[in-house]
């Protein structure tokens, strides 16, 4: 007769199966607080498990740590709990043991796993579209529509063309996912309103991210060579925008099959100023229009279910704040992505404004961080990096799960040389969205910092391979250890990519790299380059390199290299 409950060595035989997993291979963290509250409630210790012994036996916290005012604990045992239902879900799910972590308890559970077949999954209730609520106004639909696009035929993709495919996050990431390809929108002509819809575009495509079923590539607003060659790689399927009255803004949304030019799904309605429309949608409009594409199979991978349901509620903790950060987030999203001094400006603008309001959205707080994070790159005024500090400190005590706002606190600690910290706040966003390029990309530059270039570049490369088409700054450590190396037609070859996609710190770089290689021709086009941006330039010219990575010996020998200019008259 089998036991009720498994041996000590049959779940520390699971933990091990565990531990190989992806989301906690990939996570160190979250590997040694499972490994230890598995470990000690398996040895029949189990009521010693406490905040505070895990915090400093499994976390690295001090024998200071105080469990009340660092939440340490509590959010890695959240992530813990929603990777391990992750895990049985997918690759665990015919595992003949089950740990699991109830909710509001630190002790883990150990029982015997009901087996279950790949017909496990979540119906979709016939009558979801009528949970919508009936107040429901245009302008609260339309960005659930944008949403509900990209998202439906990412989950299309996953269930159609691949019977085999499956879109738990076990899986990984996978270099033969899907393209969906999200169009510029048509200009208008109204600057402020052309920026939200460049920041929207950009927002939902980093929220898509999180769902892993497809490559989400965003249309660039011009074309450069590299660009091109990036677009080589056809999408599978294109989401359209086209402003169609600005009075109130109305849109309409088209979803393309690319494969025959087939028109999938169509809407026309009202642009939204407000998270909770974002948010609120969610859970009903998606679930709507996803019944309308699946059809006869009319059911969502339970794993992808819950990824929805969650994604439904992260905006709840805004409710009743004082005003709304949705239109200036999204601009911000729009400066972020071109960094123009307009859209600068006009961000900067709207976002100051609530936060001398005290508003409690962590968004704002984070944008807000990134921003000054952003202007201090380029001024080196030790007030703005304290201010940024100050403010991703306070994105991620509003919101613990949202993972922008770890992002940005890791970035502005590695600014500030604090690159332990730093890795631990990047290792925490990667818990909470594992396949965003940009964190694979981070940690590997936290990593080449340290002075492990070989496995931090392949991390970069690894992030710079899940994006179709990769931001400018991810070449940044890519072009230095080029230079690093010595190889400087490969470090010149990074640098140009970056000037291509519109990052003008490239230009510096490949200034450096032109000049080693003894390519007057190239060096003196760059050269005429850095003079036209200012005087500042030529005095420090590795200014906004190094307050993004301040790697003195490295950024020295580029400052050697670039001697000889530096002396030449103006």
């Known amino acids: 007769m089998q036991d009720k409950i498994p041996n000590r060595t049959s779940v520390l035989e699971q933990l ?8 906690f291979a990939n996570s160190p963290k979250l590997s040694n607080f499972i490994s230890y509250i598995v470990k000690v409630e398996a040895d029949g210790n189990g009521d010693r498990i406490k905040a505070f012994s895990i915090g400093v036996d499994a976390l690295g916290r001090s024998e200071t740590f105080d469990p009340q005012a660092d939440n340490i604990v509590r959010v890695t045992a959240g992530r813990a709990r929603q ?31 009901t087996p279950f077949g790949v017909d496990r999954a979540l119906a979709i209730n016939d009558n979801v579209s009528s949970r919508v609520s009936v107040r429901a106004t245009p302008a609260v639909m339309v960005l659930a529509f944008l949403t509900v696009c990209v998202l439906t035929i990412s989950m299309f993709l996953a269930w159609g063309p691949n019977p085999n495919s499956n879109s738990d996050r076990g899986d990984g990431f996978r270099a033969d996912m899907p393209i969906v390809e999200i169009a510029t929108f048509e200009e208008t002509g109204e600057a402020e309103l052309d920026a939200l819809l460049d920041g929207l575009r950009h927002r939902i495509a980093e929220d898509l991210s999180r769902f892993r079923v497809a490559r989400i ?17 056809a999408a599978d399927f294109g ?3 086209v ?41 009903d409009g998606i679930r709507s229009v996803v019944l309308q594409l699946v059809g006869a199979r009319g059911a969502i991978p339970l794993a992808l279910e ?10 709840s903790d805004t409710e009743g704040a004082p005003g709304s950060g949705f239109r200036c987030v999204l601009l911000f999203h729009a400066y972020d992505a071109s960094k123009g001094e307009a859209q600068r400006q006009e961000a900067h603008a709207c976002l100051s404004a609530l936060i001398d309001q005290d508003n409690r959205d962590s968004e704002v707080w984070a944008a807000w961080a990134m921003l000054n994070f952003l202007d201090w790159t380029k001024a080196e005024d030790y007030a703005l990096l304290d201010r940024a500090l100050s403010a991703a400190r306070k994105a991620v005590s509003l919101d613990p799960n949202y993972a922008n706002a770890h992002e940005y606190l890791g970035s502005i600690l590695m600014a500030q040389g604090r690159r332990g910290l730093a890795r631990e706040s990047y290792e925490t966003a990667l818990d909470l969205n594992p396949y965003k390029p940009d964190l694979h990309v981070l940690v590997g530059w936290e990593q080449a ?26 070449r940044i450590p890519l072009a230095l250890d080029a230079f690093r190396q010595k190889d400087f037609e490969r470090s010149l070859m990074q640098a140009e990519l970056m000037i291509e996609a519109g990052d003008d710190r490239g230009i510096v770089l490949a200034l450096a790299a032109a000049i080693a290689l003894g ?25 906004e390199i190094r307050g993004v990575f301040n790697a003195p010996e490295l950024l020295s020998a580029y400052e050697r290299t670039l001697a000889p200019w530096l002396l030449e008259p103006a």
């Open 519 to 543: 390519d007057d021709e190239r060096s003196g086009a760059l050269k005429a380059q850095m003079q036209a941006r200012s005087d500042t330039y030529k005095s420090d010219p590795m200014r």
């Open 217 to 233: 590539r965003l249309e660039p607003h011009t074309l450069s060579p590299s660009h091109k060659a990036s677009r080589s790689e």
């Open 239 to 241: 989401l359209k925008g």
């Open 306 to 315: 819950r990824d929805l349901a969650q994604f439904a509620t992260i905006r």
């Open 83 to 113: 990777a391990l239902g992750r895990y049985y879900d997918g690759p665990g799910q015919h595992d003949a043991i089950k740990i699991s972590l109830p909710k509001g308890s630190y002790r883990p559970r150990f029982e015997f796993n």
């Open 243 to 283: 402003v169609i009255s600005t009075s109130p803004t109305m849109l309409q949304i088209s979803i393309i099959d690319r494969a025959d030019d087939t028109l999938l799904w169509s809407k026309t309605t009202e642009l939204p100023d407000d998270w909770k429309t974002y948010s609120t949608v969610m859970d």
């Open 449 to 474: 910092l340290a002075g492990d270039w070989q496995s931090g570049v392949e991390k970069i490369e690894r992030g710079i391979a899940m994006s179709p088409i990769p931001a400018a700054w991810m």
């Open 16 to 23: 091990e199966r565990i531990l190989q997993s992806v989301d």
